[in-house]
């Protein structure tokens, strides 16, 4: 799931890097993927908060976190920041 919102998180960075802006994005989203809106956001919302899949943990799967998508991955930050503090 991280994939598929990096690859949106990307395709709109270019539209806007271009001058481009995709009046409906997710709209056109739903449709070419066939898959709800609601997941789309939930996706999206979990990328942002991860610029690198390799933050992620390889155990963690996508039904872990899809309900409350931001809560989880604010929750995964904090853990991550103690455990680099931890380190030091």
Do not use: C
């Amino acid at each position: 799931m991280w994939d598929l919102g990096d690859q949106i998180h990307r395709f709109n960075n270019t539209l806007k890097r271009d001058g481009f802006y995709l009046n409906g994005l997710y709209e056109h989203l739903v449709r070419d993927l066939q898959v709800s809106r609601d997941l789309l956001k939930k996706v999206i919302t979990f990328r942002s908060y991860f610029p690198n899949s390799k933050l992620i943990p390889n155990d963690m799967v996508w039904k872990e976190v899809r309900y409350a998508p931001r809560k989880n991955a604010e929750e995964l930050m904090k853990k991550l920041l103690r455990n680099k503090l931890s380190k030091k």
